[in-house]
């Protein structure tokens, strides 16, 4: 099993926290690399302008691949600092991710090991934390 995201934003900072999640896709991608289905697992994180109506998915295809397609609004997320965007994205990705594994079952995954691992990963790195972390990434879109 492999696991990746790529982004479709207006914002840079979502680039650069997508950046940050590198780490954590290779301890998945090196721990779980025995694990045939699902071959993928592939984020999508997409901060788009409210009027474009689009929606979070996701599908199984026959490739035995899982897209978690997830859309965020970009009029909220323009007005957060990077640190509140990093809390609320990293809770809405392994929320997904969660529910995600709860609906498929996939049988070569221990999905609670597997969520704990990405959570104790993501906890190493800033992500996941139960509050926002305001002593750092101050940093404003606009």
């Known amino acids: 099993m492999e696991m990746s995201v790529v982004c479709d934003t207006y914002l840079p900072y979502l680039l650069e926290l997508r ?3 590198e780490v954590i896709w290779d301890k998945v991608n090196e721990k779980y690399k025995k694990i045939e289905e699902p071959k993928e697992i592939g984020f999508a994180f997409r901060c788009l302008p409210n009027e474009i ?6 599908r199984y295809d026959k490739d035995k691949e899982l897209t978690l397609d997830l859309t965020v609004s ?25 529910d995600s594994l709860k609906k498929y079952k996939f049988k070569e995954i221990n999905s609670k090991e597997l969520l704990s691992d990405i959570k104790k990963w993501c906890n190493e790195i800033g992500w ?5 972390d305001y002593s750092k990434d101050l940093d404003c879109p606009e």
């Open 53 to 58: 109506k689009r929606k979070t998915f996701r």
């Open 128 to 132: 996941l934390e139960d509050e926002v």
């Open 19 to 21: 950046d940050e999640l």
């Open 74 to 98: 970009y009029e909220e997320y323009k007005k957060m600092y990077k640190t509140e965007i990093r809390h609320d994205l990293g809770h809405t990705f392994y929320n997904y991710l969660e």
